[in-house]
């Protein structure tokens, strides 16, 4: 048994130079999660896997930079040269309508018959084979969920998209590896409320949760990461890392 998460895409809000945005494959003997799917982000998961050769995807909110990569997965999977390979497809409020809004009529009707749509919310839980995945809602403007996935008491956590939220720190407690937003740098001055977290922030909130390991990921595409991890130290004092597209950890 193996299980491991590579990350697909790390740049917030948009891509960065060579980055793509947020996507994330985790793998547990065989069985294969996507969790999100933002912009540029399944070229490199082309170069991992193939799309038809996934179990199940989580999209963690209808923002662009975590959901859009879905219409071309859905004509990748429609139109497979063995026919149409249904999926099953975890989803957040709001992520259906907005995606199927830029589809076409027929388009639209197909998307229900390649993606099985279960929408979720904060406390559901649902497996991928030995993969049993948790949700919690965070804090952003639409509706929000982060995931805890766990095989065999190793597991990692990936905050998707948050403010400062108590919730994802209960989400996160002890595990193994926390692939933590950190959108902004500096003490937050002059960017909105309820939305994002800096790189301070999330050191704090892996140092509250106990997280033995600490990825910083969704860096706006813009910022200068090394700052970011600077900034990350002055508040957490343990393992830590910025998320590379590409690059994957071995929890088992
Ligand atoms: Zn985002
Ligand atoms: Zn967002």
């Not at 209808?62 to 859009?68: K, P, Q, S």
């Not at 950190?182 to 790189?199: C, F, K, R, Y």
């Not at 600490?214 to 393992?239: K, M």
Request: negative net charge; contains cysteine.
């Amino acid at each position: 048994m193996t299980f491991d998460v590579t990350v697909l895409g790390c740049s917030g809000s948009h891509t960065g130079p060579g980055r793509a945005c947020s996507g994330y494959l985790a793998r547990a003997d065989g069985h294969q999660l996507l969790i999100d799917c933002g912009n540029g982000s399944t070229a490199n998961l082309q170069r991992v896997t193939r799309p038809a050769d996934l179990d199940a995807i989580l999209i963690t909110h209808r923002h662009v930079d975590h959901c859009i990569d879905l219409i071309g997965m859905f004509y990748a999977l429609r139109f497979h040269p063995k026919g149409p390979q249904p999926i099953e497809l975890y989803a957040a409020a709001e992520v259906v309508e907005t995606l199927t809004g830029l589809l076409s009529h027929d388009s639209t009707l197909g998307f229900g018959e390649v993606f099985h749509v279960t929408e979720v919310a904060g406390g559901d839980r649902f497996r991928v084979g030995p993969m049993q995945v948790s949700l919690a809602d965070t804090v952003h403007p639409v509706p929000t969920v982060a995931a805890k996935v766990e095989v065999d008491g190793a597991s990692f956590v990936y905050s998707s998209d948050t403010a400062w939220c108590p919730d994802l720190i209960e989400l996160a407690r002890d595990t193994d590896l926390f692939l933590c937003e950190a959108t902004w740098q500096g003490d937050g001055d002059g960017v909105p409320e309820g939305m994002h977290l800096s790189a301070r922030e999330a050191g704090r909130l892996a140092t509250e949760a106990g997280a033995r390991r600490l990825v910083l990921t969704h860096v706006l595409g813009s910022l200068d990461r090394n700052r970011s991890l600077a900034e990350a130290q002055e508040t957490y004092a343990g393992d830590l890392a910025l998320a590379e597209d590409l690059r994957s950890w071995l929890l088992i």
